[in-house]
């Protein structure tokens, strides 16, 4: 479906993200997972077309959108939930979940019906559809930001880091929620700090370090020799167990 090839990235003359091969296939549910400057977040723009390729191919379903805008990358069906969950705080609920599904030129009455279908499983957005996005706590903003990516009607999702800050409860949901949207077939990508609950959720991983693919496999083999996804992560955080 995603296809990654030769994928190189510079930030002026400084490369970021340096030969990565990636694939995903439909229906899959991917983990990217890597330390602190590993070029995870760049690889998550570069093929959603926020930054621009320095060299190699991103593909989907075969058609080449290397050089593609993101607008048009989101018609295509490729959503980013950025990292740092990109709200605008002074819009209610309501208003950004509207924006995230603005380029698809829906009536009011198509905006209502999509709202009611994104949040009828978030029933904490739903209570709160008129307060401002900036006053909901950390959870609620980032079950926000996927939401909203959702209004999109896109068909693979980008997460770029959604535990960040969270507490584990709240993590546990917003995994719950992932797992309910892959068994609808939504294709994931998820940025993953949390190493055992990524591999856990995740179909296959792949381990970034200094901008390269380091360890690429199954979740479960990569999971069952931590070693070798130790040599490439820094000491992990509190391990979430869900
Ligand atoms: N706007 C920028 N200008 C210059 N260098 C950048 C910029 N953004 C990122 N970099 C550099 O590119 C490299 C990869 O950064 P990136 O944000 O992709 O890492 P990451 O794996 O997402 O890290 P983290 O886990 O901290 O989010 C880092 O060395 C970083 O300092
Ligand atoms: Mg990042």
């Known amino acids: 479906m995603l296809e990654v090839q030769g994928l190189h990235v ?18 899959e549910a991917i983990a990217v997972l890597g330390r602190n400057g590993a070029g995870k977040t760049t690889t998550l723009k570069a093929m959603a077309g926020l930054l621009p390729v320095t060299a190699g191919s991103i593909r989907i379903d075969g058609t080449d959108i290397t050089n593609l805008p993101a607008e048009k990358r989101l018609k295509l069906g490729i959503a980013l939930v950025p990292e740092g969950r ?8 309501r208003e950004s979940l509207t ?3 603005y380029h698809r030129k829906l009536s009011h009455a198509e905006v209502r019906s999509e709202l009611a279908r994104v949040t009828e499983r978030l029933p904490r957005l739903t209570e709160r559809l008129d307060q401002a996005s900036g006053s909901l706590s950390g959870g609620e903003q980032q079950m926000l930001a996927v939401a909203r ?8 999702i980008l997460v770029d880091e959604p535990s960040l800050g969270l507490a584990p409860i709240v993590i546990e949901q917003l995994y719950d929620l992932f797992v309910d949207l892959k068994k ?4 994931i990508l998820v940025v993953e700090q949390y190493v055992e609950l990524a591999l856990g959720f995740a179909d296959r991983a792949y ?3 200094k901008g390269e693919v380091a360890v690429s496999g199954g979740a479960s083999e990569l999971a069952a020799s931590p070693e070798l996804v130790e040599a490439y992560l820094s000491a992990a955080p509190e391990e979430v167990h869900s």
């Open 10 to 27: 510079n930030y002026g003359p400084v490369p970021a993200v340096r030969g990565i091969d990636l694939v995903v296939n439909p229906g």
């Open 86 to 93: 990109g709200m605008f705080p002074q819009l209610s609920v």
């Open 99 to 101: 924006m995230g599904a």
């Open 149 to 156: 990516g959702l209004m999109s009607a896109p068909r693979i």
């Open 184 to 187: 609808e077939g939504l294709t």
């Open 207 to 209: 381990v970034l370090d």
